[in-house]
């Protein structure tokens, strides 16, 4: 079973990457850029058949080591289909 | 006075710290990250560097260390634990201190001398300085903003964690001399007990007149008694 983190800087936690990045997309002449959020992606393949049990042991490794809960957040997603390899 | 000095792969300034201390009179040892026994030791530091190389978030993978457990148990006992620079990275992802280090404000990396100012004198670090002294002491850090949550940040302004702030010469508090846009200036914390702090400038880096200050001293200095004490 495959699983999709996403890992986002919290609302409220300066993050001058993502201020950069829409900086430069604005003086670009990207104009309808009002905001920029960046992460983190990770995809994890488990020996698991259990999509709850995936998504629990998923949610134990951003508590203990993915994510900083004082600066981040996360988004886990489990992707049913059996992974090749 | 016997002080760990803790060696994670990806360490740096691990020899600069031995070396500051032994020139304060305590007697530094280093000790390999893969070490979890510190019963032998009266304190510790986990000096600069870029621990695990910093992956995944500086501090991450470094405070499940072996050694981590060690240095748990000495910070719960109330013995002086002092992280620098990326030991300060560490200490905050282990949870000993609060809060967190991102990114400078301005995403470029500070290799410089900046002032502090002593805040409160309540801990290992500072209790040989006196409150409202200006330090001129080196920063040498990519992800050195200190950051917290608002309410963690007020606690800790009320207990008085704060020990150092950047300030300009005089001792000017303001954003104008704020290197790396920290919360609150803040530079140097420490835990409730005053037994853990961490800080992003160096003092073993000014702890000796060919090195342009001897500001650090007064730091290592007030580490070095609190050994002793213990």
């Known amino acids: ?85 | 006075m016997n002080v760990a000095v803790v060696v994670f792969p990806g360490s740096n300034c691990e020899h600069d710290v031995v070396y500051a201390l032994r020139g304060v009179g305590a007697n530094p040892e280093l000790v390999w990250h893969r070490d979890d026994d510190l019963s032998a030791f009266d304190g510790a530091v986990l000096p600069g560097g870029f621990a695990h190389g910093d992956y995944l978030r500086v501090g991450a993978i470094a405070r499940f260390s072996p050694v981590m457990a060690g240095i748990e148990a000495m910070a719960a006992a109330g013995k002086p634990v002092l992280g620098i620079c990326n030991g300060f990275q560490i200490l905050c992802e282990a949870g000993l201190l609060p809060g967190a280090l991102v990114e400078n404000r301005d995403l470029s990396f500070i290799c410089r001398f900046v002032h502090l100012m002593v805040d409160s004198t309540d801990s290992v670090l500072t209790s040989a300085a006196a409150t409202g002294q200006v330090l001129r002491i080196p920063l040498n850090s990519y992800q050195g903003s200190y950051t917290a949550h608002a309410d963690v940040l007020a606690e800790v302004e009320a207990n008085g964690q704060v020990v150092l702030r950047y300030c300009g010469p005089a001792g000017t508090v303001d954003d104008e001399h704020n290197p790396n846009g920290s919360a609150n200036g803040i530079a140097g914390v420490a835990n409730a007990s005053g037994n853990v702090v961490g800080l992003m400038p160096h003092p073993e880096r000014a702890s000796e007149p060919i090195l342009g200050s001897t500001d650090g001293r007064v730091l290592l200095e007030s580490f070095a008694s609190a050994l002793v004490k213990v």
């Open chain 1, 1 to 85: 079973m495959r699983l999709h983190i996403e890992i986002t800087r919290r609302p409220g936690i300066a993050d001058p990457e993502a201020v950069t990045v829409s900086r430069a997309l604005r003086e670009l002449g990207f104009d309808t850029v009002v905001g920029v959020g960046m992460g983190r992606s990770l995809v994890i393949d488990v020996d698991e058949t259990d999509p709850e049990a995936a998504r629990e042991a998923a949610d134990r490794m951003c508590r203990q080591l993915l994510a900083n809960p004082v600066l981040e957040d996360y988004t886990i997603e489990v992707v049913a289909e059996e992974v090749a390899g």
